[in-house]
């Protein structure tokens, strides 16, 4: 059975960082590629960032692109999403996903 844990959500100020990760089990993790998708309150899901199966391949979303990292660790079955410069507007759940299957989230918000 697939299995995506993600962590390290919290409430941060506008233009703070934070770094989350995403523990995969039940599969060959290292043979598929990964992605970070999000859910800001309201409106519907955004794929924020996508990974290879290797992780030498990374593609963005426009909105998070030079402030978001998308990277992994095959040996620890490990992806991770590092944040920089947040925004109000990065508020929200975000899911590890392979394909479409997804965590339960975990939850960003930036406010002051």
């Known amino acids: 059975e697939v299995q995506l844990v993600e962590s390290g959500g919290d409430l941060v100020q506008p233009g703070g960082s934070l770094r989350l990760s995403c523990a995969a089990s039940?599969?060959?993790?290292?043979?598929?590629?990964m992605m970070w998708v999000r859910q800001a309150p309201g409106k519907g899901l955004e794929t924020v960032a996508i990974i290879s199966s290797a992780g030498d391949w990374t593609s963005y979303a426009g909105s998070v692109k030079g402030r978001f990292t998308i990277s992994r660790d095959n040996a620890k079955n490990m992806l991770y999403l590092q944040l920089n410069s947040l925004r109000t507007e990065d508020t929200g759940m975000y899911y590890c996903?392979?394909?479409?299957?997804r965590g339960k989230g975990t939850l960003v918000t930036i406010s002051s």
């Open positions: 996903a392979k394909g479409a299957i």
């Open positions: 039940g599969f060959a993790f290292s043979s598929y590629g």
